[in-house]
């Protein structure tokens, strides 16, 4: 069963920086692409940043392209993102999911989340 588990989630002031984790387990993690989504209170799950399996291909939400970036580490079975200037408007529970695409259709698995808040 793939388990998927995030962390590094917390308070940081704008202009600030954070590194999300996502330790995964359950089948092979190099034969997968993955992504991150975020959820902000009242909205809809939205897309922020997808990588193919070996990570040499990313793709990001406009809302975050240039201050976000997606890795991965496929001997330690980890996928991240480093977040860097953030912003109010970055306020939301961040998801990491294995599947393809922009939507969450194309995700058949999910993390619980970890809540990131931006104070400004």
């Known amino acids: 069963q793939v388990q998927l588990v995030e962390s590094g989630g917390g308070l940081v002031q704008a202009g600030g920086s954070l590194r999300l984790s996502c330790a995964a387990s359950g089948r092979t993690f190099s034969n997968y692409a993955m992504a991150w989504f975020r959820q902000a209170p009242g909205k809809e799950r939205e897309f922020v940043a997808a990588i193919n399996w070996s990570g040499d291909k990313t793709i990001y939400g406009d809302s975050v392209k240039g201050r976000f970036t997606i890795s991965r580490d496929n001997a330690k079975n980890t996928l991240y993102l480093q977040m860097n200037s953030l912003k109010f408007e970055d306020t939301a529970v961040y998801y990491c999911?294995?599947?393809?695409?922009?939507?969450?259709?194309?995700?058949?698995?999910w993390g619980q989340g970890t809540q990131v808040t931006v104070a400004s």
């Open positions: 999911a294995e599947g393809v695409g922009r939507t969450p259709r194309g995700y058949d698995y």
